[in-house]
């Protein structure tokens, strides 16, 4: 089956400790994007790549990282350098940028940072 | 200002009403998504519609692009259609969601 694979669904790290979020799709979608979403708000973009070898910044780029070397994968960072990284994330992908196609969603990483 | 507003942030309903959640949105789109996403935290996008209107089953979403707002319905609600309900345009800007509970 076609689909969007995140993982861990849960992760714990302690506080300074870089930490990596795996997001794999296997639609051959060329367009990957991390989201981040707390409590009582909505959606807010962290990184997204609309083709292998090429990201860009979202509104929320300060202390991620992220990589597209495979057009199936699309690693987060969470770097020692986010303020307050305790969050659900959830990576999506879509044929391609520019919402004119639907997007696919995984089911999202908790990661809570002690 | 956001640029996707909806309404309302929370709606409590009993089994079998008719529901409306509505979405207003400031930028130019070529498309409107619509997406649920459950307690568990994963999420499913029920709609993509840049026109007129669209049906899945009980659910309905109608899009007016001239008056850039969206209206998603449920008709005869039920307990298992509790979630959050989010209205996006593009991929970069969300809704802050619609919670819905509906009672047995």
């Known amino acids: 089956d076609g689909g969007i694979t995140q993982s861990p669904k849960y992760l714990f790290r302690k506080e300074g400790q870089n930490v990596t979020l795996s997001c794999e799709q296997n639609?051959?979608?060329?367009?990957m994007y991390w989201y981040r979403q707390d409590p009582g708000q909505g959606l807010r973009l962290i990184y997204y790549?609309?083709?292998?070898?090429?990201?860009q910044k979202g509104d929320i780029a300060e202390g991620y990282s992220v990589s597209r070397e495979k057009k199936e994968s699309f690693p987060l960072t969470v770097t020692s350098a986010q303020k307050n990284p305790t969050a659900f994330y959830l990576c999506a992908s879509s044929v391609q940028p520019g919402g004119d196609t639907e997007a696919f969603f995984g089911q999202g990483t908790r990661l809570t940072v002690v | 200002k956001n640029e996707v507003e909806q309404s309302p942030q929370n709606l409590t309903a009993q089994e079998g009403e008719f529901i409306t959640i509505n979405c207003s949105y400031s930028?130019?789109?070529?498309?409107l998504h619509w997406l649920q996403q459950h307690p568990g935290g994963g999420i499913v996008s029920l709609f993509m519609?840049?026109?007129g209107k669209k049906k899945h089953g009980r659910l309905i979403a109608t899009i007016n692009i001239q008056e850039k707002h969206s209206s998603l319905h449920i008709t005869a609600s039920h307990p298992r259609d509790s979630a959050v309900y989010i209205c996006a345009v593009r991929e970069v800007v969300f809704g802050k969601g619609t919670k819905l509970t509906v009672n047995p």
């Open positions: 519609l840049s026109s």
């Open positions: 790549s609309q083709i292998v070898n090429d990201f």
């Open positions: 639609l051959n979608h060329d367009a």
């Open positions: 930028v130019g789109i070529s498309a």
